[in-house]
C-alpha cells in the first residue's frame, strides 16, 4: 500500500495515551463487523474473528485480544496532528409518492451511471470525475452536476426512492451517505449510500469562509442549517456550489438495522471511523488521541480505540478521520461541534502485516 510521506513507527502499547483506560470489549464488538472486510486482505485475522464471534468478553480479555494479534505504531508524516469530523444518521419523515411537502426527490443509482475505477477511463472525461455517464453509442460523459439533477436532469427516468420534504435535509442526507426515513403510515425506511456522479465534493462550509460569511472557529452543523433556512434562494445557491450528488438504495428486512459504512459493514456509534483508504487498511483498529474532544458522553479528552470502516469524499489524509456518532438529532449535535486535532496509532498484524505498512 503506497503512502507518499507516511512512516508508521513502532511503538509499545503502553505508549498509546489512556490505552489502559478504554472499553476495549466495545470496540471488540465493533470490531467483530470487520470479518466480511478483513476477508481477503487478512483471511487469518477474519478467522480470529470468527473464533471470538459469541463470547462474553470482558474489558481486560479484549484488550489482550488486540495486544496478541497487533502491534502498534505511530503515525507520522508532514504535520503534527490531523484532523477529526464526525458525521451521523439523520431522521427524516418522507413519503413514498410526491404530494403536499414531500417534493425533494431521493434518486436510486441510475443505470447508465458508471464507476471510473480504472485510471485511464478517467482520462477520457475529466481526472477529477470518479463516475461518469455512459451513453447509447458507448460515450463516456460527465454526469449532471448537483445544480443540473436539483433543476430536473434526471426526471422521467423512474429513479425516485421517494421524497422529502426538506431541501436541506436533503442536502445533509447527501453528506452523511444515509438516512432513516419516517413514513406517513409510521414505517421506517432505511437509505444508504449506493453511488455518486462523480463531481468532485465541495464543502459549502469552507465556501462561506471563503466568502467571509463565516469564521472557521464558527462553522458547526447547526449554525450552517439555521444560516441556510434564513434564505432558502440564496441557500440553493450555496448548496449547488457542492456539485457531487449522492444516490441511495433501500435496505431490506435482511439487512443489519444499522447505518452501513464500506461493502455493507454495519457500523457502531462512537467506534466506526471513516479513513482514507489509500493509507489505512480499511477493517482494522486505529487508536485515535483527541486532547480537546470533550463532548463524547464520556466526557474527557477522547482516547478511543476505533475501527476504520468507512470512507468518504471529504475524508483525505494520513491522520483525517469521521467519526460515526448514531443515529438522529443528539448523534448529529455531537456530530456538528466535532472539529479537532487528533493523532492517529494505527494497530497492524503481527502476522501479514507487510500488506499493511
Same mark, same amino acid.
Given at each position: 500500500m503506497a503512502r507518499p510521506s507516511v512512516v508508521f513507527e513502532p511503538v509499545q502499547f503502553s505508549d498509546l495515551p489512556g490505552w489502559e483506560g478504554d472499553d476495549h470489549a466495545?470496540?471488540?464488538?465493533?470490531?467483530?463487523?470487520?470479518?466480511?472486510?478483513?476477508?481477503?486482505?487478512?483471511?487469518?485475522?477474519?478467522? %480470529?474473528?470468527? *473464533?471470538?464471534?459469541?463470547?462474553?468478553?470482558?474489558a481486560g480479555e479484549a484488550r489482550q485480544f488486540f495486544e496478541s494479534l497487533f502491534t502498534a505504531h505511530r503515525v507520522l508524516h508532514n504535520k503534527s496532528h490531523?484532523?477529526?469530523?464526525?458525521?451521523? %444518521? +439523520?431522521?427524516? $419523515?418522507?413519503? $413514498?409518492?410526491?404530494? &403536499?411537502?414531500?417534493?425533494?426527490?431521493v434518486y436510486r443509482c441510475p443505470?447508465?451511471?458508471?464507476?471510473?475505477?480504472?485510471?485511464?477511463?478517467?482520462?477520457?472525461v475529466g481526472e477529477a470525475l470518479t463516475h461518469a455517464r455512459k451513453t447509447e453509442s458507448g460515450e463516456l460523459v460527465p454526469y449532471p452536476t448537483r445544480a443540473e439533477i436539483e433543476s430536473g436532469a434526471l426526471e422521467g427516468r423512474d429513479l425516485?426512492?421517494?421524497?422529502?420534504?426538506d431541501a436541506i435535509d436533503a442536502y445533509f442526507m447527501h453528506v452523511q451517505g444515509s438516512g432513516l426515513i419516517e413514513l406517513e403510515d409510521g414505517s421506517t425506511v432505511r437509505l444508504s449510500y449506493d453511488g455518486k *456522479?462523480?463531481?468532485?465534493?465541495?464543502?459549502? &462550509?469552507?465556501?462561506?469562509?471563503?466568502?467571509?460569511?463565516?469564521?472557521? %472557529?464558527?462553522?458547526?452543523?447547526?449554525?450552517?442549517?439555521?444560516?441556510?433556512?434564513?434564505?432558502? %434562494? $440564496?441557500?440553493?445557491?450555496?448548496?449547488?456550489?457542492?456539485?457531487?450528488y449522492i444516490f441511495f438504495r433501500e435496505l431490506t428486512e435482511s439487512e443489519p438495522d444499522s447505518a452501513l459504512g464500506v461493502d455493507g459493514v454495519p457500523l457502531t456509534a462512537g467506534r466506526?471511523?471513516?479513513?482514507?483508504?489509500?493509507?489505512?487498511?480499511?477493517?482494522?483498529?486505529?487508536?485515535?488521541?483527541? +486532547?480537546?474532544?470533550?463532548?463524547?458522553?464520556?466526557?474527557?479528552?477522547?482516547?478511543?480505540?476505533m475501527i476504520a470502516q468507512d470512507v468518504g469524499s471529504a475524508i483525505t489524509g494520513p491522520e483525517r478521520g469521521d467519526i460515526f456518532f448514531g443515529t438522529g438529532s443528539e448523534a448529529g449535535q455531537r456530530a456538528g461541534m466535532t472539529h479537532h486535532a487528533g493523532n492517529f496509532f494505527v494497530l497492524? +498484524? $503481527?502476522? *501479514?502485516?507487510?500488506?499493511?505498512a
Open positions: 466495545a470496540a471488540l464488538r465493533a470490531f467483530l463487523k470487520s470479518k466480511k472486510l478483513l476477508a481477503k486482505s487478512a483471511p487469518d485475522l477474519a478467522r %480470529e474473528l470468527e *473464533n471470538a464471534e459469541g463470547a462474553d468478553w470482558r490531523g484532523l477529526l469530523t464526525g458525521y451521523y %444518521e +439523520p431522521v427524516l $419523515r418522507g413519503s $413514498r409518492t410526491r404530494h &403536499g411537502p414531500f417534493h425533494v426527490p443505470p447508465d451511471l458508471v464507476n471510473l475505477v480504472d485510471d485511464t477511463l478517467r482520462g477520457t425516485e426512492l421517494l421524497y422529502l420534504a *456522479n462523480g463531481h468532485p465534493y465541495t464543502s459549502i &462550509g469552507r465556501y462561506l469562509v471563503e466568502k467571509g460569511i463565516f469564521a472557521v %472557529e464558527e462553522v458547526t452543523l447547526d449554525r450552517l442549517i439555521s444560516w441556510l433556512r434564513a434564505d432558502p %434562494e $440564496r441557500a440553493r445557491e450555496v448548496m449547488w456550489q457542492n456539485a457531487s466506526s471511523l471513516a479513513v482514507d483508504a489509500s493509507i489505512h487498511g480499511l477493517g482494522l483498529p486505529i487508536y485515535v488521541v483527541a +486532547p480537546d474532544l470533550l463532548h463524547t458522553p464520556e466526557g474527557g479528552p477522547f482516547r478511543r480505540l497492524l +498484524p $503481527r502476522q *501479514n502485516s507487510q500488506a499493511f
